[in-house]
């Protein structure tokens, strides 16, 4: 079974606004994972999964 993180169930809330070089390492690690031919990254809600788990990162 597959767990998958709701939204709400974070324990740190979304923060408003990424900084510029973030939102670079957002693009990069789901370009590389496409490239690799990960499957999940072909689900079409995988890319707002990523960026919420990029969000809960501490700046």
């Known amino acids: 079974m ?3 993180e709701e939204v ?3 324990s740190s809330p979304p923060r408003a606004a ?3 070089h973030l939102l670079d390492v957002r ?3 789901y370009r590389r994972l496409v490239e690799d031919g990960n499957d999940a990254a072909s689900d079409p809600g995988f890319r707002e999964q990523l960026d ?3 969000s809960r990162l501490p700046p």
Request: charged letters at 25%; proline letters at 7%; glycine letters at 6%.
């Open 2 to 4: 597959e767990f998958v």
């Open 8 to 10: 709400g169930e974070s």
């Open 18 to 20: 990424a900084s510029p």
């Open 27 to 29: 693009d990069d690690v």
């Open 52 to 54: 919420a788990h990029f």
